[in-house]
């Protein structure tokens, strides 16, 4: 029983470059969450969503960010003309079911290098 | 605006002793409060939780305390090891929210 899967591990993009990085839910979890870890920081949420819905994204910056969760496949956390301050650790995290934190569970993350 | 605040960076302490963590939160709509524990170039790993609505909770060597009036958690880990050496770090939620609010954590290092 695989946990939250995350790729690449390790992203390295130039000024202006796109980065899209990956999260695949546990088995049987509907619900993705997205958050951000700048260094020395806290993580911080940047969005939420269950299968083909975003639900909410009120930690998402409001430009060159972009997040989907298709029917099929792996949701996606895309940035776009990347800048160096988008250089940070990137976790997703998956739950079963909506409005608990029973069973939210955290993948190893994309650490983004922006050069 | 920090709502969660985890004043030490840093602790340090000798196997076998008491490891005490604490978190301060700001907004009085809490009412989930969680402890997460993380290891370099992993995610964070959920440790134990309190609802508001309990003032402790117990897991093993680890306990959650929380004093709402003074809007402050601590956990404690009772007998400390060397693999408790990770960063420790605090979240809350409010009300049906499904989103976590972390603090910027407490580097815990267990010394022989």
């Known amino acids: 029983n695989a946990g939250v899967m995350q790729n690449p591990r390790h992203l390295v993009r130039r000024r202006g470059q796109e980065a899209r990085l990956r999260c695949s839910p546990m088995?049987?979890?509907?619900?993705v969450y997205w958050y951000r870890q700048l260094p020395e920081e806290g993580l911080k949420f940047m969005v939420y969503?269950?299968?083909?819905?975003?639900?909410?994204e009120s930690g998402m910056p409001k430009e060159r960010f972009s997040a989907e969760f298709p029917k099929e496949g792996p949701s996606i956390l895309r940035i776009q003309q990347v800048v160096r301050g988008d250089s940070a650790a990137y976790f997703c995290?998956?739950?079963?079911?909506?409005?608990?934190?029973?069973?939210?569970?955290f993948g190893s993350g994309t650490r983004l290098t922006v050069v | 605006d920090q709502q969660v605040k985890q004043n030490s960076p840093s602790l340090s302490v000798q196997e076998g002793r008491i490891s005490i963590l604490n978190c301060d939160y700001t907004?009085?709509?809490?009412?989930?409060f969680l402890w997460y524990k993380k290891y370099p170039a992993e995610g964070p790993t959920f440790l134990i939780s309190i609802s508001s609505i309990k003032d402790k909770n117990e897991d093993g060597r680890f306990t959650v305390f929380l004093n709402k009036s003074a809007k402050h958690l601590s956990l404690h880990i009772v007998p400390s090891q060397p693999g408790d050496s990770a960063v420790y770090f605090c979240a809350a939620s409010a009300g049906k929210t499904d989103k976590l609010i972390f603090g910027t954590g407490t580097r815990l290092q267990v010394f022989p």
């Open positions: 995290a998956s739950s079963p079911t909506r409005g608990s934190f029973y069973g939210y569970t």
């Open positions: 088995k049987g979890h509907s619900h």
């Open positions: 907004n009085s709509m809490f009412d989930y």
């Open positions: 969503l269950q299968k083909e819905n975003i639900i909410d």
